[in-house]
Protein backbone atom coordinates (compact mmCIF):
# COMPACT_ATOMS: atom_id res chain seq x y z
CA UNK A 1 0.00 0.00 0.00
CA UNK A 2 1.51 3.46 -0.86
CA UNK A 3 1.81 6.01 1.89
CA UNK A 4 -0.89 9.12 1.63
CA UNK A 5 0.88 12.34 0.03
CA UNK A 6 -0.84 15.72 1.24
CA UNK A 7 -1.40 18.23 -1.45
CA UNK A 8 0.00 21.63 0.27
CA UNK A 9 -2.59 24.18 1.49
CA UNK A 10 -2.19 26.49 -1.25
CA UNK A 11 -2.65 24.14 -3.94
CA UNK A 12 -5.52 22.46 -1.92
CA UNK A 13 -7.45 25.43 -2.16
CA UNK A 14 -6.32 26.38 -5.55
CA UNK A 15 -4.23 29.42 -5.13
CA UNK A 16 -0.89 28.52 -6.02
CA UNK A 17 0.23 26.10 -9.16
CA UNK A 18 3.77 25.09 -7.82
CA UNK A 19 5.12 23.60 -10.60
CA UNK A 20 4.00 26.64 -12.93
CA UNK A 21 5.23 28.68 -10.48
CA UNK A 22 8.88 27.31 -9.96
CA UNK A 23 9.19 27.44 -13.69
CA UNK A 24 8.76 31.19 -13.87
CA UNK A 25 10.97 32.04 -10.99
CA UNK A 26 13.73 29.87 -13.09
CA UNK A 27 13.30 31.94 -15.52
CA UNK A 28 15.38 34.75 -13.66
CA UNK A 29 12.81 37.69 -14.28
CA UNK A 30 10.27 39.51 -13.40
CA UNK A 31 6.98 38.11 -13.63
CA UNK A 32 4.05 40.13 -14.49
CA UNK A 33 0.51 39.33 -12.82
CA UNK A 34 -2.84 39.83 -14.34
CA UNK A 35 -6.16 39.82 -12.44
CA UNK A 36 -9.32 40.45 -14.40
CA UNK A 37 -12.03 40.81 -11.83
CA UNK A 38 -15.93 41.14 -12.87
CA UNK A 39 -15.24 44.98 -12.69
CA UNK A 40 -11.93 45.91 -12.89
CA UNK A 41 -8.37 44.87 -14.22
CA UNK A 42 -5.25 44.99 -12.34
CA UNK A 43 -1.64 43.85 -13.00
CA UNK A 44 1.65 44.09 -11.16
CA UNK A 45 5.39 43.39 -12.09
CA UNK A 46 7.24 41.46 -8.95
CA UNK A 47 10.39 40.00 -8.28
CA UNK A 48 10.21 36.88 -6.64
CA UNK A 49 11.87 36.58 -3.34
CA UNK A 50 12.24 33.61 -0.74
CA UNK A 51 10.42 36.50 1.84
CA UNK A 52 7.94 37.28 -0.48
CA UNK A 53 7.19 38.96 -3.87
CA UNK A 54 8.84 42.38 -4.47
CA UNK A 55 6.43 44.67 -6.22
CA UNK A 56 8.00 46.76 -8.79
CA UNK A 57 5.78 48.96 -10.63
CA UNK A 58 1.45 48.24 -10.82
CA UNK A 59 -1.14 49.77 -12.76
CA UNK A 60 -5.19 49.40 -12.10
CA UNK A 61 -7.57 50.10 -15.01
CA UNK A 62 -9.16 52.60 -13.23
CA UNK A 63 -6.22 54.79 -13.66
CA UNK A 64 -7.31 54.72 -17.53
CA UNK A 65 -10.45 57.00 -16.42
CA UNK A 66 -8.02 60.06 -15.88
CA UNK A 67 -6.54 59.50 -19.25
CA UNK A 68 -9.82 60.07 -20.74
CA UNK A 69 -11.19 56.48 -21.05
CA UNK A 70 -14.87 56.32 -20.91
CA UNK A 71 -15.70 52.62 -22.44
CA UNK A 72 -15.73 49.31 -19.99
CA UNK A 73 -12.42 48.66 -17.24
CA UNK A 74 -12.56 45.40 -18.18
CA UNK A 75 -13.16 45.06 -22.20
CA UNK A 76 -10.65 43.52 -24.28
CA UNK A 77 -9.79 46.92 -25.52
CA UNK A 78 -9.03 48.00 -22.46
CA UNK A 79 -6.54 45.26 -21.02
CA UNK A 80 -4.61 46.46 -24.03
CA UNK A 81 -4.52 49.93 -23.49
CA UNK A 82 -4.03 48.92 -19.17
CA UNK A 83 -0.96 46.38 -20.72
CA UNK A 84 0.64 49.69 -22.93
CA UNK A 85 0.33 51.68 -19.38
CA UNK A 86 1.55 48.59 -16.93
CA UNK A 87 4.25 48.45 -19.73
CA UNK A 88 5.11 52.20 -19.25
CA UNK A 89 4.94 52.39 -15.76
CA UNK A 90 7.35 49.31 -15.59
CA UNK A 91 10.11 50.59 -17.85
CA UNK A 92 10.25 53.56 -15.43
CA UNK A 93 11.13 51.14 -12.89
CA UNK A 94 13.61 49.45 -14.50
CA UNK A 95 11.62 46.67 -15.79
CA UNK A 96 12.86 45.68 -19.81
CA UNK A 97 11.39 42.30 -20.03
CA UNK A 98 9.43 40.01 -17.93
CA UNK A 99 7.46 36.45 -17.76
CA UNK A 100 3.69 36.01 -17.88
CA UNK A 101 2.47 34.21 -14.36
CA UNK A 102 -0.72 33.06 -14.73
CA UNK A 103 -0.58 31.45 -11.03
CA UNK A 104 -4.03 28.19 -11.14
CA UNK A 105 -5.53 30.33 -14.15
CA UNK A 106 -5.40 28.75 -17.85
CA UNK A 107 -4.22 30.87 -20.63
CA UNK A 108 -6.79 31.55 -23.38
CA UNK A 109 -5.91 32.72 -26.86
CA UNK A 110 -7.34 35.56 -27.86
CA UNK A 111 -8.45 36.36 -24.17
CA UNK A 112 -8.14 39.34 -22.13
CA UNK A 113 -4.93 38.65 -20.76
CA UNK A 114 -3.24 38.05 -24.20
CA UNK A 115 -4.60 41.45 -24.86
CA UNK A 116 -2.99 43.00 -22.01
CA UNK A 117 -0.02 41.02 -23.07
CA UNK A 118 0.03 42.67 -26.13
CA UNK A 119 -0.04 46.13 -25.06
CA UNK A 120 2.75 45.53 -22.80
CA UNK A 121 4.56 44.38 -25.14
CA UNK A 122 3.99 47.59 -27.70
CA UNK A 123 5.30 49.32 -24.90
CA UNK A 124 8.51 48.25 -24.99
CA UNK A 125 8.81 45.38 -22.25
CA UNK A 126 9.97 41.98 -23.59
CA UNK A 127 7.61 39.13 -22.81
CA UNK A 128 7.87 35.80 -24.39
CA UNK A 129 4.55 35.14 -26.63
CA UNK A 130 3.96 34.22 -29.98
CA UNK A 131 1.69 36.38 -32.19
CA UNK A 132 -0.63 33.66 -32.83
CA UNK A 133 -1.75 34.31 -28.88
CA UNK A 134 -2.83 37.79 -29.36
CA UNK A 135 -6.54 38.91 -30.22
CA UNK A 136 -7.33 40.36 -33.52
CA UNK A 137 -6.49 43.91 -34.34
CA UNK A 138 -10.33 44.63 -34.92
CA UNK A 139 -10.92 43.32 -31.31
CA UNK A 140 -7.79 45.06 -29.68
CA UNK A 141 -9.12 48.70 -31.17
CA UNK A 142 -12.70 48.08 -29.67
CA UNK A 143 -14.34 47.56 -33.59
CA UNK A 144 -16.26 44.91 -33.31
CA UNK A 145 -18.01 46.23 -29.83
CA UNK A 146 -18.45 49.36 -32.02
CA UNK A 147 -20.26 46.67 -35.25
CA UNK A 148 -22.24 44.56 -32.59
CA UNK A 149 -23.75 47.81 -30.92
CA UNK A 150 -24.15 49.57 -34.12
CA UNK A 151 -26.03 46.43 -35.41
CA UNK A 152 -27.94 45.26 -32.08
CA UNK A 153 -29.34 49.15 -32.05
CA UNK A 154 -30.86 48.81 -34.93
CA UNK A 155 -32.32 45.57 -34.76
CA UNK A 156 -33.36 45.18 -31.06
CA UNK A 157 -32.96 48.63 -28.84
CA UNK A 158 -34.71 47.24 -26.05
CA UNK A 159 -31.80 44.76 -26.16
CA UNK A 160 -29.33 47.36 -27.01
CA UNK A 161 -29.90 49.31 -24.00
CA UNK A 162 -30.50 46.61 -21.55
CA UNK A 163 -26.63 44.92 -23.14
CA UNK A 164 -24.72 48.18 -22.94
CA UNK A 165 -27.09 49.72 -20.35
CA UNK A 166 -23.87 50.90 -17.82
CA UNK A 167 -22.15 52.78 -20.74
CA UNK A 168 -24.98 54.48 -21.84
CA UNK A 169 -25.28 55.24 -18.26
CA UNK A 170 -22.49 57.12 -17.92
CA UNK A 171 -23.09 58.74 -21.13
CA UNK A 172 -20.86 56.47 -23.61
CA UNK A 173 -21.99 55.43 -26.80
CA UNK A 174 -20.29 52.12 -27.39
CA UNK A 175 -20.12 52.77 -31.62
CA UNK A 176 -17.25 54.94 -30.39
CA UNK A 177 -15.45 52.50 -29.22
CA UNK A 178 -12.54 52.55 -31.97
CA UNK A 179 -12.16 56.88 -31.39
CA UNK A 180 -11.77 56.04 -27.83
CA UNK A 181 -9.38 53.43 -27.70
CA UNK A 182 -7.16 55.62 -30.41
CA UNK A 183 -7.37 58.83 -28.19
CA UNK A 184 -6.60 57.14 -24.74
CA UNK A 185 -3.46 54.84 -26.34
CA UNK A 186 -1.98 58.42 -27.59
CA UNK A 187 -2.34 59.63 -24.25
CA UNK A 188 -0.60 56.81 -22.67
CA UNK A 189 2.31 56.48 -25.31
CA UNK A 190 2.66 60.29 -25.36
CA UNK A 191 3.71 59.85 -21.90
CA UNK A 192 1.20 60.39 -19.75
CA UNK A 193 0.84 58.44 -16.28
Not at 37 to 45: R, T
Not at 116 to 137: D, L, T
Amino acid sequence: MSPYVPLLRRRRRGQTDYRARRRAIASQKPLLVVRVSNKNVSSQFVKPSAKGDMVLSSAHSRELIRLGWHGSLKSTPACYLLGMLAGKKAQAKGVSEAVLYMGVLPFIRGARMAAFVKGAIESGVQIPMGEEAFPSADRLSGKTISEYATTLSSEDAKAYSKKFSALLKSGFDPKGYPAQVEKTKAAIMGGKK
